[in-house]
């Protein structure tokens, strides 16, 4: 199982960026992906899952509205579109996969399976 995040750089508040996670070594359609984010001094927080099994979507409430989590089966890629970015985005965002069925169980429990991670900073 392969994971590779890409799409972070540094942005001034409330621009976007476009996170991609690009999977190999796995079928992709059978896993729930998600993106992860670690600021620091702080804990891995779930941001935002997708489901493999029916493309349902949990996103955490402080991005709510802002992010949008999508997926491109043919090209085993998920994407994070992160609008209206904040300070409080600044972190490492890290890509994962896992077998959980359900969107806001993988991202409330945690993946099995994990990607480098890619920096996010938002900064005026």
């Known amino acids: 199982v392969q994971l590779q995040a890409s799409g972070g750089g540094s942005v001034q508040p409330g621009g976007s960026l476009r996170l991609s996670c690009t999977a190999s070594g796995f079928t992709f359609n059978y896993y729930t992906i998600g993106w992860f984010r670690q600021a620091p001094g702080k804990e891995r927080e779930g941001v935002s899952c997708?489901?493999?099994?029916?493309?349902?979507?949990y996103y955490e409430d402080s991005v709510k509205g802002r992010f949008t989590i999508s997926k491109d089966n043919a090209k085993n890629t998920v994407y994070l579109q992160m609008n209206r970015l904040e300070p409080e985005d600044t972190a490492v965002y890290y890509c994962g996969a896992g077998l959980s069925d359900y969107a806001e169980e993988a991202c409330l429990d945690g993946l099995d399976y994990w990607g480098k991670g890619t920096l996010v900073t938002v900064s005026s």
């Open positions: 997708i489901s493999g099994s029916d493309g349902s979507t």
